[in-house]
């Protein structure tokens, strides 16, 4: 199976703050990677896939590159509902693992 | 528009059996796989398994393949995820999602979420 890791697990910043969390793959997974962000109650929110192309409806602030093994989430100017926990999944292959996440907290 | 509602929550004791569903629609639901995603309370979530409608096609993660089964009713657009004897430890949140039609396997969409309480 292949590993995905996060970083940091948790970050404090402040509205209109830059933010970058990282995700790893134990392997190379090409640009088969996706970024959810998930709100206390609800179901995650596709953000990002394929690395770095941004779904339908989702702000420009929320960019992602990377490809191999080492990815990032940038949130240029953070604004009070990007407050939540932000998950990467690799879809190289099957299982089709997340990483742990990350929980982004006003400061 | 693409929704995906799921059945109710649930509340069972050990040793019970479950089925919880998935009921697809505004797509072609059959042309589309269907994923489970497991949150167990306070933690983050966890990829269970897929199917294809289709021909029901399925691939199950590694450590819960033996502990639930993956189904569809390709012609009432419904996946399902089934338990025959339910632990504790079963206890969660439980999320369907679409995989999108791009090559990337993304969950596009996402169910409401199911909650299942194991307890005696």
């Known amino acids: 199976d292949i590993q995905v890791t996060q970083s940091p697990s948790s970050l404090s910043a402040s509205a209109g703050d830059r933010v970058t969390i990282t995700c790893r793959a134990s392997?190379?997974?090409?640009?088969?990677l996706n970024w959810y962000q998930q709100k206390p109650g609800k179901a995650p929110n596709l953000l990002i896939y394929?690395?770095?192309s941004l779904q339908s409806g989702v702000p420009l602030r929320f960019s992602g590159s990377g490809s191999g093994t080492d990815f990032t989430l940038t949130i240029s100017s953070l604004q009070p509902e990007d407050f939540a926990t932000y998950y990467c999944q690799q879809t190289y292959s099957t299982p089709q693992t997340f990483g742990p996440g990350t929980k982004l907290e006003i400061k | 528009e693409v929704q995906l509602v799921q059945s109710g929550a649930e509340i069972k004791k050990p040793g019970e059996a479950l089925k919880i569903s998935c009921k697809g629609s505004g797509y072609s639901f059959t042309n589309y796989w269907i994923g489970w995603v497991r949150q167990m309370p306070g933690k983050g979530l966890e990829w269970m398994g897929i199917?294809?409608?289709?021909?029901?096609?399925?691939r199950y993660s590694p450590s819960l393949e033996g502990q639930v089964t993956i189904s569809a009713g390709k012609t009432i657009n419904t996946a399902y995820l089934q338990w025959t004897s339910l632990k504790a430890s079963d206890t969660a949140m439980y999320y369907c999602?679409?995989?999108?039609?791009?090559?990337?396997?993304?969950?596009?969409?996402w169910g409401q979420g199911t909650l299942v309480t194991v307890s005696s």
């Open positions: 999602a679409r995989l999108g039609g791009s090559s990337w396997y993304e969950l596009d969409y």
């Open positions: 199917i294809y409608p289709h021909d029901s096609d399925t």
């Open positions: 394929a690395a770095s």
């Open positions: 392997q190379s997974i090409s640009n088969y």
